[in-house]
Structures are given as C-alpha cells and as structure tokens.
C-alpha cells in the first residue's frame, strides 16, 4: 500500500498575529501623519495673514524714509532700549490696527482693528461667498534699535550717529487653541 505525504503549507495564528500587529501600526502612523497634515492646512490662512501684516509693516517703515515723512530720529520706538528713545512706534505688542492719517501702523494714531477677508467655499476672492474675519487676537509688536557700529561708538554716547538700524517684527495670533508667532528681521539705513 501506498501512503501519500502532504507537502500542504500556510500561515500559523502567529504569523497572521504578528502581521496584523505591524500593519495596524503603520496605519496609525499614516492616520497621524494626516491628522498633523490637516491641522497646518486649517492654519494657512492665519500664518498668510501675519506673514503679510508683518512685511506690511517694514514695508511702512522703508517707504516713510525714502519719502522723508519721517526723520532718521523718529524711525524707533518712543521708549525702546534707552526708555527714552523718542520715536514714533508704539512699544510692546499692539493690536492689528489700521493705520491712521500717518499711514504708519503700531503709531498713536492707528484706528479701527483690521479685517481680513477670505475665500469662501468656492475657494475664490471677490465672489458672494467670501468670509470677513476682524483679526481680534492678533497683536504686532515693532522694536527698532540701533545696531552698534564699533569705530563709530553707535550707542555709547559717541560723536556719530548710527547710521543702521534692526527692524523686528513680531506678529503673535491664535491658532485654534494654541497662539503662534510669526517674526520678521530686517535692516534699514538713515541712507535712502
């Protein structure tokens, strides 16, 4: 008689176990990486809104003294690093408002809070649709300070002026139920 030898084959509970298992945990990984992707999605809008205000801002500040509205000595903040700096930006954090007669913001004279309109559903601008957000939450801060030039003695009570200065604008706003912050650095010269 003749006997037969099965050469059948296949997968034991722990193989199948074990493969579950990394599957399971690579699409959680995956389901993280969406979820994480989806939150910076939902903050685009609000990161564009203080990447503009903020190079609105230095823009302001560069256009005053190329058309000589302000002197070299009211470009800084009316206390800044000496407390006594005599400028004519507002120190600290200010709410997003508009400018005022000067055309200046983060100055005495600023307005109403700034809005910002987006697109709606549709996802275009200018359409019926479109959503208006009045920036509450929203604060800009602009610190200008001498930038110390050594052979002159800038900043240490030395004969010469400084003739370079930092702008750093900080833009601070609410991003669900976190804030961020957004900083811009830049330097300008009395030389326009």
Known sequence: MRTTQSTQSGFSLIEVTLATGVLTVGLLGAAGVLVAGMARISSAPSDVVATQKAAEAIEAVFAARDSHKLTWSQILNV?????????????????????????????????????????????????????????????????????????????NGGPDPCTLRSIVV????????????????????NFS
């Open 79 to 155: 206390k800044g690093a000496s407390l006594n700096d005599g400028g004519v930006f507002l120190d600290g954090p200010q709410p997003l408002k508009l400018a005022g007669p000067d055309g200046l913001v983060n100055t005495a004279d600023d307005t109403t809070v700034e809005t910002s309109v987006l697109p709606g559903p549709d996802q275009k601008l200018g359409t019926a649709d479109d959503t208006t957000t009045v920036l509450n939450g929203y604060t800009r801060e602009i610190k200008i300070r001498d930038v110390p030039n050594e052979p002159l003695n800038c900043g």
């Open 170 to 189: 900080t833009v601070t706003y609410p991003d669900g139920k976190s804030t961020r912050t957004y900083t811009l650095t830049t330097f300008i010269s």
